[in-house]
């Protein structure tokens, strides 16, 4: 569904790459098209690692100007990290207030057992999307907030969210 959708693509080598990690940028991506977000092709970065003319640099502008992304910094968007598990539940709950989207929750989700572990910016997002289903942790009923998320991983979440 993702492929179709044009969210996702192969590796250039036919495969999917599942556990590739899937850096900031491409999340952003990822995550905008997943959810219908129109990137603005005329936006300009507002981060020093961001190149006019970079791919990625109309999602980036655009998610900057929704309040979608932040920065690892005030000046740097974090271009070719990895995205953690935490940033990610951010960017989605944020990409979901910009859109008006609201998940039904259920009231009785159990903490993840490294609950502690989320750092405060992501903690109510993480838990907002865990009381929505979206995430439900490992085999251990942990979060893991500081794991780098996969492209299996990514794909599941955004799957996932699109049943919602």
Do not use: H
């Not at 192969?10 to 940028?25: H, K, L, M, S, W």
């Amino acid at each position: 569904k993702l492929y179709n959708m044009g969210v996702v693509n192969g590796d250039g080598t036919g495969g999917f790459a599942p556990y590739r990690n899937v850096t900031r940028e491409e999340f952003v991506k990822m995550l905008l098209l997943a959810l219908d977000v129109e990137a603005d092709s005329d936006g300009t970065p507002t981060f020093s690692d961001v190149d006019d003319g970079s791919w990625f640099a109309p999602y980036v502008a655009l998610a900057y100007k929704a309040g979608i992304v932040s920065g690892i910094s005030p000046t740097e968007f974090g271009t070719g990290l990895s995205i953690t598990r935490q940033d990610l539940a951010v960017m989605i709950a944020r990409c979901l207030e910009y859109k008006g989207i609201t998940l039904d929750s259920k009231a009785d989700a159990e903490d993840f057992a490294d609950q502690s572990e989320i750092s405060g910016y992501a903690l109510e997002a993480v838990k907002y999307l865990r009381d929505a289903g979206i995430f439900n942790g490992d085999s251990y009923y942990n979060f893991n907030p500081a794991s780098f998320a996969t492209r299996a991983e990514v794909a599941k979440v955004l799957g996932i969210l699109l049943e919602k």
